[in-house]
Structures are given as C-alpha cells and as structure tokens.
C-alpha cells in the first residue's frame, strides 16, 4: 500500500529592516521538489526585524499574536505533518504549534539541506541518506524552483521585499587551505571546522567542499521558473547574483532577464575585490551593453582590512594594494557607467577594523587609509 503523503508547510523568515537582507535561495528547489512527487505544500514568509531572533536570549524567531495565528490555521488546512523553518521559532511557539496540529513535527532548515533520517522517512521521498541538498538539484534534468509564496504577516507584503537570490551552488568558491599560514602554524582544527576559506566565515563549516560548476542554462532556468511566478504576482523589487566571479554567468542572467521581460528589475552583485579586478574588463563590456533601464548594484564587497598582516590573519588571500585597487574600480565604474553601475549608496565594503590581535598601529593605519579613500560612508 502507498504511504499517504502528508502536507508540508515552509515557514521562511526575512529581514524587514535590511537590504537585500537574508533570504533562503533552497526554498524554492525544495518547493518544487514537493510538486514533483506530489505533496501538498503551502511556503509562508514572515518579515521580522534583525535583532527579533534575540529577543529571548538565544537565536529564535518571537511571532506576534497575528502572524503565530496565521501560521496555525495554514498548517490546519494544510493538514500538514511536516513544518520546515529557515530559522528556528521560539520554543514555545513551537511546542504550541505541535500540540495544536496532530501529527506535526517541526523542523529547521540549515543551509540547504534537510538531513535529519527522521523527517526523510516522514516525507517518504526518494531521498539518499544524504538527504535533500540543493547541489544535488543542479545534476536534475528535471529539476524546477517554485517561488510562489504567500505573506505570513502584513510586513511580508509591503514593496521592496520580494527579492529573490539567484542559486549559483555557493555565495563564495573561495576555499584557500588555511595549511601552510603560518598565522595558524601548530593548531588543531576541530573535525566540524573545515581549513580553508576566510577564517572568519561561518560558511566554512557547513560548506565542506565546491558544489558543482553551475551552469548559464541552469541560471537561466531559475529565471524562466521565477517570470512564471510573477503572473499572479508584482514583479521582485529585485535579483541577487552572489558572486560575480564569472563573468559569463553575468552576462546569461542579463540575457534571461530580457527574454523573461524582466530587464528594469535590479541586478545586485556581490564580489570579492580580487574577483572583481579580474572580471574587470568582461564588466566593463557588459555593463557598456546593457540597456536603457537596466542596471547592476554592487551591494557587498569584502575588503575586510588594509593591513597586509590582518589580511593574513583572516587567511583572505590578498593583499592591501588588491584592496585598494578593488575599492577604487568601484568608484570608477560608478563614475564611467553613471545609472548603470552603483555601489554607493548600499554601503557594500565589509571592514574588520579591530580583532584581539590587532595593534593599535594598525587600526590608526586602516582608519586613514579609509579616510584618504573617502568611503567613511560606504563601509
């Protein structure tokens, strides 16, 4: 006899007090993913401010009476046996929600993977023991995203929070061994904390290995599944690329947003300075292309420090001229290719000016190296 397939509710919490703010790119695959095998499944998104997952002292997400009560009566109608958060909710409401819907369980999403043995025999899908993983979706033929979703609360709805991050198999292929920096010479990693990559990144340890390359037309794909979307729906206030170290999938995304007549949206880019010096003569003929209306933000763009031993100690993999360099292509692009290329205006340089090893020396050096470039603003 068929197992019966139980609903499925995917609560997604946002940021409604930042942009692009943080958003989960696998929901879409994973939406899609039910669709395909045939399991009911409603995706709900809540807009929360930054700091509310601290509200009680650890990183859980309060809802407000209204929007904890729209979050019940979906998962009443859905029937579902399954509610899947991207981030977790306040244990109390958790344990109401359980209590209150027979058979549900409730589950986190992390970083695009669902793996608990568990929840995978609760789904009864064809999953490995791996579980669900969106790299897995980019060696699927028939693979498609679903963006529908529905606004958990009224913030949800408001203009400018439909953005959507493109799925490019990792925000940052960067994945330096920390082996051989004499920084680290002597330590022992723990098995959980991968060595290689930035050594402030948290996305070391959950990201152990390069996903597959991804393809133009898979990106493209993505885009068509998202203009299918938009029928029923406003336009996405906008499209983000991660990472901009191929330049060609750049140039694919523009392409397919013409075709999906979606050229006005805007495209925000994130780039490491030395990723971006070297794309830098494909950008410039890309953005000198690109059309009436259409335009690329740079939102975020790592400098980090303008000390060659701090950029050591973070295991960043360049130097300060390569820092400089990048910040100062910034402003030229934003200069030569006025209304086409901005980055000012969001802030976007990371800077790590002060650690437990830096030298007082060094952080006065940073802050007029940051003073001389004038982007007291834009970091």
């Not at 058979?103 to 995978?120: A, I, M, N, Q, Y």
């Not at 493109?166 to 920084?183: K, W």
């Not at 750049?250 to 947003?257: E, G, T, Y």
């Amino acid at each position: 006899m068929e197992t019966m397939k139980h609903g499925v509710l995917l609560a997604e919490f946002v940021t409604s007090d930042l942009f692009p703010g943080m958003f989960e790119d696998s929901l879409p695959f994973f939406k899609g993913f039910l669709n395909r095998h045939g399991i009911p499944n409603r995706w709900l998104r809540f807009a929360v401010s930054a700091d509310n997952p601290f509200c009680h002292g650890r990183d859980e997400v309060t809802l407000d009476e209204d929007a904890f009560c729209r979050l019940l009566r979906a998962a009443e109608r859905l029937r579902a046996r399954t509610a899947v958060f991207t981030h977790p909710l306040f244990g109390r409401q958790r344990r109401c929600l359980e209590r209150a819907v027979p058979g549900l369980r409730c589950w986190t999403w992390r970083d695009g993977r669902l793996s608990t043995p568990d929840l995978l025999t609760r789904l009864g899908l064809p999953l490995g023991p791996g579980g669900f993983r969106h790299e897995d979706m980019l060696r699927d033929p028939d693979a498609h995203a679903d963006y529908r979703w529905e606004p958990g609360n009224p913030a949800a709805s408001l203009l400018g929070r439909d953005v959507v991050y493109l799925y490019t198999g990792a925000d940052c292929a960067y994945r330096r061994p920390v082996a051989g920096n004499p920084c680290y010479a002597g330590i022992s990693f723990p098995a959980s904390v991968h060595g290689f990559g930035c050594a402030f990144c948290g996305d070391r340890e959950v990201r152990p290995a390069p996903p597959p390359a991804v393809s133009a037309s898979w990106v493209e794909r993505q885009i068509r599944d998202l203009a299918s979307a938009m029928s029923s729906r406003r336009p996405q206030a906008a499209l983000v690329l991660p990472d901009i170290g191929n330049a060609g999938l750049l140039s694919a995304v523009i392409r397919a947003m013409r075709r999906s007549g979606m050229r006005r949206t805007p495209l925000l880019i994130g780039a490491r300075l030395d990723h971006l010096l070297r794309v830098r003569p494909a950008l410039e003929r890309i953005i000198a292309g690109m059309r009436a209306g259409e335009a690329v933000h740079c939102i975020t763009a790592g400098a980090e420090n303008f000390v060659y031993d701090e950029l050591l100690r973070f295991n960043k993999g360049f130097d300060p001229l390569t820092a400089i360099r990048g910040v100062n292509l910034l402003k030229e692009l934003e200069a030569a290719h006025g209304g086409r290329f901005h980055y000012s205006g969001y802030r976007p340089l990371a800077v790590i000016l002060l650690t437990p090893w830096t030298k007082p020396s060094d952080l006065a050096y940073n802050l007029r190296i940051i003073q001389h470039l004038g982007i007291e603003e834009e970091a």
